[in-house]
């Protein structure tokens, strides 16, 4: 079994900052993409982030250049920098974690959300 936690979320002023962590433990044997998801009211969940086991990154296009993802595999942990906020980015975020277990099954596993609201 696996669990998922997140932390990072709040309330920050259009323009600010925040950085959102996910740290999974459990039966991991290794862990594989690592992803940040959101969901604003009344949307669809969208893919945000992703981070491969390479290190190749991948961002939605209202992202680019303000949000960066990154992970740290000694500690199962993935991060999202979010930089230059904007109301629009205003959502819950939720990690997701592939992975392969202890007994070498392909798994996924999410995070339970942290919301994210931009707002002066």
């Known amino acids: 079994q696996v669990q998922v936690v997140e932390s990072g979320g709040g309330l920050v002023q259009p323009g600010g900052s925040v950085r959102l962590s996910c740290v999974a433990s459990?039966?991991?044997?290794?862990?594989?993409?690592m992803e940040w998801y959101r969901q604003a009211p009344g949307n669809q969940r969208e893919l945000v982030a992703a981070?491969?086991?390479?290190?190749?990154?991948n961002y939605v296009d209202s992202v680019k250049g303000r949000f960066t993802i990154s992970r740290d595999d000694a500690k199962n942990t993935m991060y999202l920098q979010m930089n230059s906020l904007k109301p629009e980015d205003m959502a819950v975020y939720y990690c997701?974690?592939?992975?392969?277990?202890?007994?070498?099954?392909?798994?996924?596993?999410w995070g339970q959300g942290t919301l994210v609201a931009v707002s002066s």
């Open positions: 981070i491969t086991g390479s290190g190749s990154t």
């Open positions: 997701r974690f592939g992975y392969y277990s202890d007994s070498f099954r392909y798994l996924e596993v």
């Open positions: 459990g039966s991991i044997f290794s862990i594989d993409i």
